[in-house]
């Protein structure tokens, strides 16, 4: 056994990048995945790495932040250590900074959850992949729109999505795949273009789609993440070489959705969505402070303030406001306690996976209270 490495001082948040990588590569037994498991905890945590990091009979696929100064190492960690990840490419955010608290690992069934047997396509048969710039060229030029599919759900690309393209209104990939199935119905000999957050999701789905018989599948490698990178690069070059030109006109617009603390990065200035609560524009994305309620939720400053960063539900309100009030009693009884961590469950808690509809939810909470 080697040994492991060895630690060393935390540095500071600000000081974080994050990366996302996977790559299907099955790996079925159990004893090897508890293996990776132990390693990746062990060794990530001595890089000072956060994030989450999903291993499964079927491959990797990860989200990390990892100090700046240690990138090259982290990269390297894995090149010369696992040799059967070796298709791996690190896929930088657009911000900086720590976007994770903790580092997970987890075993996971299924990498990616389409409920799609693995026996019935070739992983291997691969979707086309173009870089940020070819697929930013091809789709800048074409005369006529192509099949395009936004192979996200319904929350992610509400707050942002290439022009033209065709978003179904889903809330599980499970979901996106059959809607995907569906708008392909028939059309074999026709380009299909699609793409998602990181490229994982397109990876399956568009081996899926060649394996039945589709003959031109193109995606976009490192998806909507890559092209914001590409977008924010050819900025900054024009900025320097103060060239007088035109901005390079990004044609994905509005946010990227991202997997972690932030919720979103934006790529363009336009704002998409609206409000939850009054629907003033708005691409904000919270989850209500109601620990109990903890909905996924657009909402404007103004809402987080009227209604106490909740959804406004007059439960959750009341709530919080509760919660609130035995807070300010604790901290007034007890003065020393006032600067620990420890708060009375009225701090939000991030939970992208909560794959609900606040319009919905909030519609019927209206209408129980009616009742
Ligand atoms: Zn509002
Ligand atoms: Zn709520």
Redesign the pocket.
Known sequence: MRDHIQRTPHPPSNNYVTLSYYQFRPIPQREDLLKIQHYFLNDLRAMDVVGRVYISAEGINAQISCPRDRVEAFKAYYSTNWPIFDKIRFNPAMSEGKAFKKLHVRIKGQLVADGIDNSTFDIDNEPTYLSPEEWHKELSSLATPPILIDMRNHYESSIGHFENAIRPDVTTFKENVDAMLDICKGKEDQEIYMYCTGGIRCTRSGALLKSNGFKTVKTLRGGVTAYGRYIQDQREQQAAADKGEEDVKSIYKGKNFTFDKRLGEPITDEVLA???????A?DTYSNCTNMACNLLMI??????Q?HQGTCGSGSCVEMVQELNEKQRKIDKDHPGLRGMKARLGIQPFHEHRLRVRPLKVMESRRIKSRL
Do not use: E, L, N
Not at 274 to 280: E, K, N, R, V, Y
Not at 299 to 304: D, G, I
């Open positions: 609206q409000c939850h609560i009054c629907g003033t708005c909402s404007c400053p103004a809402c987080q009227k």
